[in-house]
């Protein structure tokens, strides 16, 4: 009997050559002739382009072309926004070159295209460019008021108002007993992604070539056609080794225009490779929300209605999907819990930032903070157990498949068993214990416990529904499963991974499914001329959609296969069995291997009538709902009194993601996931002056944790499959990401709480818990 693949951990297939110096990223790529490109940005954050002298920087050593906004103005466009949230949305023109006005800092003004990068960099200096500056608008509350615009062109800084009602306005009908009103911040964070991001592009054939450090080949050849005017059929994109995206990398950005523009106009290959300082200050930054909240309960801790006001920060320009990440997360405000009575109201604004668009999440994660921190609220103010107050509300395992406020069917879960396994990992009962004596002593070192009990939806999406909400593409994913003439099998999938594990889990997938051994198994991907279809990898679904792909692919080759193995043993196809990778005749000792058929479909000397010589079959899966993981994650925190110092001194985490294909890779997911929730709740927070320019603009000031800042986890997991699939699995890659944030928070403000302290605006730094306990022995709390 063959070990089964699935649920087997496998070493990644990947790492042999990522981690030996081998991979292949595209700053790594060098073409015959090839030219380099800086760019020239604007120190300002608004202010009108009054003139450009470029005559200096064309003079310069080694400086082949400049290009400035009016130079590209015919040809440029605007970058697109693919997901008009409402029909009345409004958005400023997102030009890649600049032309009149600049509404951020950092912002393209001009191109230099020279022999070398250091030439390139050397004549950005030389370009003198006269501005006059405008009014800045930063604070998003602020920019609600419209008193200063962040476009001269707009009447108004807000793009779009998107309201959910389920019908009971919110907090207004239902039974209030207790309401809990709060303002959350969801401070701004920076992907900061290993790789910064590259572009080169060859148009000395008559295919263009374009690669580039991005998680979505497939849309961003799409996007480049439509807005230049390409045929699609002419260019070609890869994405080749990609080191991480985070959503950062789930956009268009203007120096891709800018490259290919540039590349067409000088007939010669051209790369850009973005500076760290240029990644964080003009790449796409995320979350920057303000949520104002109310919860309403009964006395004896039953919610019965929910009700959000989110001012989103949009930056100065709608991004590609931008203006709909806020909206992914109104649908899981309600989370596990059954509230009969939810609205939500989402302002779009501009601001002069940076864009926002998806980051680790996309939307869930702020949802989840709102409404775990509610939880605890509302805890304290019944004086309840916060667990207590979870039990009371979240949906009990027999309940499903249900029904939510927002109508999304959540399939599968049992919250009570995820959390019954954490609480045991984690020492509960004897931690509060702990938490009561450390008080009583009035020890300088407190001791919180902080708890996330969080549910999300994966698998983006089913097109239908994103239909329904607007968005321009479907939720679709593509695969075809190759089988050459020796049995060994080439897979070809739309997902496009950049640190996920594809080539690995795709494998094991197949292997088990064909009988075929995984080492001859091949995962193609990320070239849109290899895999013409595909929608890429975001949104935690590239298992779920994807990977269903894979596996309907598999399955019609294995039906294909049954006709000639009928065929090759002169028998009936319905008494022909597939297993173990054999084909075999029902009630016979009859069989025939997997790659013998699939010789025989090469050579074609003995086909039945019309059977084509190959077994190679494509599948398209569109997933019919989403999938809902879910977790208990656990915090105990020590606040130090004395100087606001904070240690993560335990972290238990169990996940329910369905049926897991290699353990491995889900480890790694959720480690990677609680490192960046852990670095928003602790450490991130990309900050900009008066001016707007941004001051966290290098790693000195930008807070990234590393493996020192972090403790040890304890992870588990327990299984509920989905019935969504046929495989039964659920999303991990922004499980961690989601869950971590408000169970670290939770257990900061857990530790202070009884000294006075009712919030910390995140990140939760050793000056803010200071100065929160500082001024809570003054005023007697702080909100």
Known sequence: ????????????????????????????????????????????????????????????????????????????????????????????????????????????????????????????ELVDVSYDELPVVLDLEEAFTDKVLAHSSLESNLSATWVFDSGEAGTGKPIAEVLIERTFYQQRLIPAFMEPRSIVVDPTSEQITMWSSTQIPHILRLILTLTLGIPESKLRVIAPDVGGGFGGKLTVIPEEFITLMAARRVGKPCKYTETRSESLQSGHHGRAQVQKVKLAATKDGIVTGLDIQLLADMGAYLGIIGSGVPILGAFMYNAIYKFPAYRLECNNLFTNKAWTGAYRGAGRPEATFAIERLMDELAVELGMDPLEVRKKNWINHEEFPFTTVTGLEYDSGNYEAATAKALELFGYDELRAEQARRREANDPVQLGIGISTFTEMCGLAPSRVLGALSYAAGGWEHAQVRVLPTGNVEVVTGTSPHGQGHETAWSQLVADRLGVTFENVEVLHGDTQVSQRGLDTYGSRSLTVGGMAVLAAADKVIEKAKVLAAHMMEASEEDIEFTDGKFS?????????????????????????????????????????????????????????????????????VDDVGVVVNPLIVEGQVHGGLAQGIAQALYEEAVHDDAGTLVTGSFVDYLVPSAPDLPHFTTARTETPSTTNQLGAKGVGEAGTIASTPAIVNGVLDAVRHLGVKDIKMPCTPSRVWAALEEAKTTGGVQ
């Not at 019309?610 to 208990?632: C, K």
């Open 1 to 124: 009997m063959t070990i089964a693949e699935i649920g087997r951990p496998r070493l990644r297939k990947e790492d042999a050559h990522l981690i030996t110096g081998r991979s292949r990223y595209t700053d790594n790529m060098t073409l015959p002739g090839m030219l380099h490109l800086a760019m020239v940005r604007s120190p300002f954050a608004h202010a009108t382009i009054t003139s450009i002298d470029v005559s200096a920087a064309k003079s310069s050593p080694g400086v082949v072309a400049v290009l400035t906004g009016d130079d590209v103005a015919a040809e440029q466009g605007s970058l697109p926004n693919v997901w008009p949230v409402t029909a009345e949305q409004k958005a400023p023109a997102f030009p890649s070159i600049a032309v009149d006005e600049v509404a951020f800092a950092g912002e393209v003004v001009a191109c230099i295209v020279a022999r070398s990068a250091a030439a390139a960099r050397d004549a950005v």
């Open 585 to 653: 005749v029902k009630g016979t000792d009859q069989s025939t291997a997997f790659g013998e058929v699939a010789f025989a479909a090469f050579s074609a000397h003995n086909l039945p009538e019309g059977f084509e010589p190959n077994l190679d079959s494509d599948a398209t899966f569109d997933p019919q709902s989403f999938s809902f993981p879910h977790g208990t994650h656990l915090a105990a925190m020590e606040v130090d009194t004395e100087t606001g110092h904070v240690t993560i001194r335990k972290y238990v985490c």
